[in-house]
């Protein structure tokens, strides 16, 4: 049973440009949540995706959107680079969307802007 | 969702038991109580909930206060690969969002 994947693994772009991350849910999940990490720091929600829909969004600007696909994987696109949208960007796959469900992390990607 | 407070460190023995606290004054009744660990270069990794009950599993085990507003996460017998960094986590169950809102959480040190 194939845990959540995310490709790539690690990511150089410069400043400007765009970029999309993609992630497999663990199989039998359909909700999707994206990260982002920053070193040192915890995780800080971007969004959810639940039946194609983005349920729920963090304090990120609109330079952030995502897409959720029919198979339940999803992606996470950033337009117009900055130089502090380097981080770690993390997925996470559950099944619904209660409170009381845990959710799975994907391993990440490393994305660095120069 | 309610915040939680966690010490930013602490260090354990191997093979002995480590409590790791976590203050929640501000939770409400309809919290769940969420631990996950993240080891070096990996992504979180859900260690168990609960929301009034101890609960125990494979991992570790769940120590709730009577009246809700801290909890202690409780492993057995610290190893080596138990060092990460260890996030309390509240979710409201009145909100369907499912996210997560991390904190700093405790990064544990194992002393071999």
């Known amino acids: 049973d194939a845990g959540v994947t995310q490709s790539p693994t690690h990511l150089i772009k410069t400043r400007g440009q765009q970029v999309t991350l993609r992630c497999s849910p663990k199989s039998g999940h359909d909700t999707v949540s994206w990260y982002q990490q920053a070193l040192g720091q915890g995780p800080q929600f971007i969004f959810q995706y639940y039946e194609e829909e983005e349920r729920q969004r963090g304090n990120f600007p609109d330079r952030f959107s995502g897409h959720q696909f029919p198979n339940y994987s999803s992606e996470l696109n950033v337009n117009a680079l900055l130089l502090g949208d380097s981080a770690l960007y993390l997925c996470a796959s559950s099944l619904g969307v209660q409170a009381s469900y845990e959710q799975y992390f994907g391993p990440g990607t490393r994305l660095t802007v120069t | 969702d309610a915040k939680t407070t966690q010490p930013n460190s602490m260090e354990s023995n191997e093979e002995e038991p480590v409590h790791l606290p976590c203050n929640h004054s501000?939770?409400?009744?309809?919290?769940?109580i969420h631990w996950y660990r993240q080891l070096p270069s990996q992504g979180p990794e859900y260690v168990i909930h609960g929301l009034t009950s101890n609960v125990n599993n494979r991992m570790a085990s769940l120590a709730i206060a009577e009246d809700r507003k801290s909890s202690t996460l409780i492993l057995h017998r610290a190893t080596l690969r138990d060092a990460a960094v260890y996030y309390c986590?509240?979710?409201?169950?009145?909100?369907?969002?499912?996210?997560?809102?991390f904190g700093t959480g405790t990064s544990l040190t194992v002393i071999p």
């Open positions: 986590i509240l979710r409201d169950l009145s909100n369907t969002g499912n996210q997560f809102y």
């Open positions: 501000t939770i409400s009744g309809t919290d769940y």
